[in-house]
């Protein structure tokens, strides 16, 4: 350990952002990352960023990321640890005025709830005081279950969400207040939440102030990315969204990296509209604009690397809403497509049963996934065929981002779900947006999280 932990001390002084394009630069700079393997846990209070946003109005649909941690959480306890947990959950925050809702849609309760079933341990959620600006600070009460945590008498300490905290996404003196405050709860810093890129507090604020190490998910989820970095080809991607003009980079640079691209939702709706000009209800211009860049750009190469599905349904209501029997498939592409549609709310299944979309899927050696084709929950049809599709070929590796894409694999076909999660063939993400934004930068040590781990591990050695 102390050698891994020395030859990390060595390398301060090099550009750690430089060495991520291919595989072995890659492995290089997992091994910089600080590991809570290599972390003194006896005796000490964890305090643990965990990704644990799975409460919609305030209940859990699918309990995978929180399962996925319980891995970190085990060895942190059999080593002597106490744990402290965090998570966010949902977007409390109005950003018309900047109040804060702290009510049961965006609580951890349910979360805790799960935990001390699953574990058979007790964990408490300290009080706090609710403003209309959340949560000004943690409540001096906590030091009474700081007490309990170290004698033993409760298994755990689960924070209240991180987004309830006024200094939680604050970059000024809140955000510091809030950092120290996290800080002065313990004597270790583990991030957990791969799930969770963005640059706040209780990700990237804390690791100023704690000796702060990478959990065996965050590490395990990186090394993740590394098959999406460096894939085994043909590389295949199915991408959707439900706006185009936020997902321009992305779409770009997964575009250079893919051997074949597949889009859905809004984002194929504003591709077809930007390639075919034709119009479509519901997609907006600024969609159709920013798909042209994309257009140009597959038009530019010998081969189009964009993988044309033939079939889209078509429907008079907006929202979802289904009318029985007004849904219609519509072919898109070609001499047969129309030049105004309705609003077009999935693919249509048979585009999967064409003869070349099929050699496509049946070909790829890596398929990511962070999609679904159509309006959920009502136009799931598309979505099914898409899985389906996956799941045939048996060679492949078969990543799946994580949200919603995870949750309606598991609510469409729960059987291919069940033996997915018990096969190597397959992956699980525990956050597709993360992966999507590694994607972008091109390299999963620039997410802010990660980097911050990197860039304090001078703490470990003080």
């Known amino acids: 350990m102390a050698e891994r932990l020395a030859m990390r001390h060595t390398t301060d002084g090099l550009d750690v952002e430089a060495i991520c394009s291919t595989e072995d630069e890659f492995e290089a700079k997992l091994r910089m990352l600080p590991g809570m393997q290599d972390a003194d846990l006896l005796d000490k209070v964890v305090l643990v960023r965990v990704d644990h946003n799975v409460v919609k109005k305030g209940a859990i649909h699918d309990y995978y990321r929180v399962d996925a941690t319980l891995g970190t959480l085990f060895s942190i306890v059999e080593r002597g640890g106490r744990p402290i947990l965090m998570t966010h959950v949902g977007r409390p925050r109005n950003k018309t005025d900047g109040t804060i809702a702290v009510d049961e849609h965006t609580s951890v309760q349910p979360v805790v709830d799960y935990l001390e079933r699953k574990l058979h341990t007790r964990f408490v959620v300290p009080a706090v005081r609710k403003t209309e600006q959340g949560i000004p600070a943690l409540d001096t009460s906590i030091n009474l279950l700081l007490k309990d945590?170290?004698?033993?008498?409760?298994?755990?300490?689960?924070?209240?969400?991180?987004?309830?905290?006024?200094?939680?996404?604050?970059?000024?003196?809140?955000?510091d207040h809030f950092a120290r405050q996290l800080a002065g709860l313990a004597d270790i810093f583990v991030n957990d939440?791969?799930?969770?890129?963005?640059?706040?507090?209780?990700?990237?604020?804390?690791?100023?102030?704690?000796?702060?190490?990478?959990?065996?998910?965050?590490?395990?989820?990186?090394?993740?990315?590394?098959?999406?970095?460096?894939?085994?080809?043909?590389?295949?991607?199915?991408?959707?969204?439900?706006?185009?003009?936020?997902?321009?980079?992305?779409?770009?640079?997964?575009?250079?990296?893919?051997?074949?691209?597949?889009?859905g939702g809004v984002v194929y709706n504003a591709y077809i509209c930007a390639k075919y000009n034709v119009r479509m209800k519901g997609v907006s211009e600024a969609d159709v604009e920013a798909a042209r860049d994309l257009v140009r750009q597959d038009e530019a190469l010998e081969a189009s690397k964009i993988v044309p599905l033939r079939y889209v349904v078509e429907n008079s209501l907006p929202d979802g809403q289904r009318e029985d029997g007004k849904a219609t498939s519509h072919q898109v592409t070609g001499c047969c497509c129309k030049s105004d549609y309705e609003y077009v709310v999935d693919v249509a299944p048979e585009s999967f049963e064409h003869p070349e979309i099929q050699e496509v899927f049946q070909n790829a050696k890596t398929i990511f996934v962070n999609a679904v084709m159509g309006f959920m929950p009502t136009f799931y049809e598309g979505t099914q065929a898409l899985d389906l599709a996956i799941h045939r070929n048996k060679t492949a590796i078969k990543m799946y981002g994580g949200g919603d894409t995870l949750q309606e694999l598991k609510n469409l076909t729960p059987g291919l779900y069940m033996e997915a999660i018990a096969s190597t063939g397959y992956y699980f993400f525990t956050g597709g947006g993360t992966v999507l934004k590694a994607i972008e930068s091109g390299d999963p040590f620039d997410l802010p999280p990660v980097k911050a781990l990197l860039e304090h591990t001078d703490r470990i050695f003080d």
């Open 193 to 263: 939440a791969f799930g969770s890129w963005q640059a706040h507090v209780s990700t990237v604020g804390i690791t100023k102030h704690l000796p702060s190490y990478a959990g065996y998910l965050m590490q395990e989820e990186i090394k993740g990315i590394s098959a999406i970095m460096n894939p085994q080809r043909p590389f295949l991607a199915v991408v959707a969204g439900s706006k185009f003009d936020t997902k321009v980079q992305t779409l770009t640079a997964i575009h250079k990296r893919v051997d074949h691209l597949v889009l």
């Open 149 to 175: 945590l170290r004698s033993r008498k409760i298994g755990g300490i689960y924070l209240p969400n991180t987004r309830w905290f006024k200094g939680e996404e604050s970059k000024g003196e809140d955000g």
